[in-house]
Each structure stands twice: as structure tokens, then as C-alpha cells.
């Protein structure tokens, strides 16, 4: 063999190893950014379910409250009715703004991404990690098969494709969860006014 064989043998191999150790690196980082991933949706799961535990105490305490409040008003001689409708109007809006409140943090507990879904129902014959495209792969022989044959860098790509998706996901889950609790605090104001109007009305 030349010495100008021998460089370029020499080159090649250096490029395979860089080559080798650049999809090593990608996979590991992909794997971390995904557990990354994985643990800020746990986190918001968790936010989203003690803010709801929170709030339905808040709001057992605030009817507690008001049925108190009701029973000491005398309310057999209106003296505002003005103020009794905009006591009505503010008790409307609290109702309102709860159920919103509550619908918005059901939905951020559903981690729902229709276009993650979107080959439902359908026979599928390639490599995923995800576990609704795993479910409709025909049998087990079959997915140990199809993964025997995936290479490295088809599994980086398919954990680069669910750290996508799963930001997706949490992104969706803190938006919900930011405006469910802008709709709580707007409960509560509503629900004060409600309170001060109608004591006011009598």
C-alpha cells in the first residue's frame, strides 16, 4: 500500500470515528433534553393538580363564607336594588369564571397533541419509541425485529422527534395553566364583589 493509500485510509478513519463520536454525542444529548423535557411536564402535572387541590378548599372555605354572611344580613328590606344587581352580576361572573377555571385545568392534565396522533388507527412497520405507534405495530416478534434493524441515528432522530412533541405538550400545559389561574383570581374578585354588593344592597 502507497503512502498516499495509507493518508487516505487514515483520513477516512478519522472522519468514521468523528462521525461515530458526533452521533454518540447527538444521542446523548437527545436523551437528556428529552428526560429534561419529560420531568418539566411532570412538574406542570404536579403544579396543575395541588393548584386545583388548593382551589377547591379556597372555594369550600369562600361558600362556608358567604352562607355565614347571608344568614346574618338582614335582607327583608331592600335598600339598593342597583347595587343587588351588580351583586347578581359579580356572583354570575364568579360561577363562570370557576367552571373556566376548572375546564382549563382538566384539559392541561390531558396531554393531547393532535398531530402527534395523527396515524391513528393505522398498522405501522418502522421504528418508534412512542408508545401509541409501539401499540400499533402488528406483534412483539415483529417491533423486537424492527428494532434490531434500526440504526443509531434512526433512534436519535425518534428521541429528537419526541423531545419536539413533548415540548409541545408542556408548553401547551403551562399556557392552560396560566390562564386557569387568572380565571381563579378573577373568581375570587367577582366573589368578593358579589359578597360587599350585597351586603351593601341591604
Known sequence: MSTKEKKRDTKQNEKTILD????????DR????LDLVNGWISSADSKIGTFGTVFAVVAAVFVYVADMIFS????????NPILLTWSTFFAVSSFLALVV???????????????????????????????EDIARIESADEYIRIAKESTRDKFTDEVMREIYFNSRICSNKMHLFKNAFIASILSIIFYVSWILFYVLAY
Open 101 to 131: 377555571a376548572i375546564i382549563l385545568c382538566l384539559v392541561a392534565l390531558r396531554p393531547s397533541l393532535k398531530s402527534k396522533f395523527s396515524r391513528k388507527f393505522k398498522k405501522i412497520s418502522y421504528f418508534s419509541i412512542f408508545y
Open 30 to 33: 437527545s436523551r437528556y433534553n
Open 72 to 79: 346574618y344580613v338582614d335582607n327583608s328590606v331592600l335598600v
Open 20 to 27: 461515530i463520536q458526533k452521533s454518540n454525542e447527538l444521542s
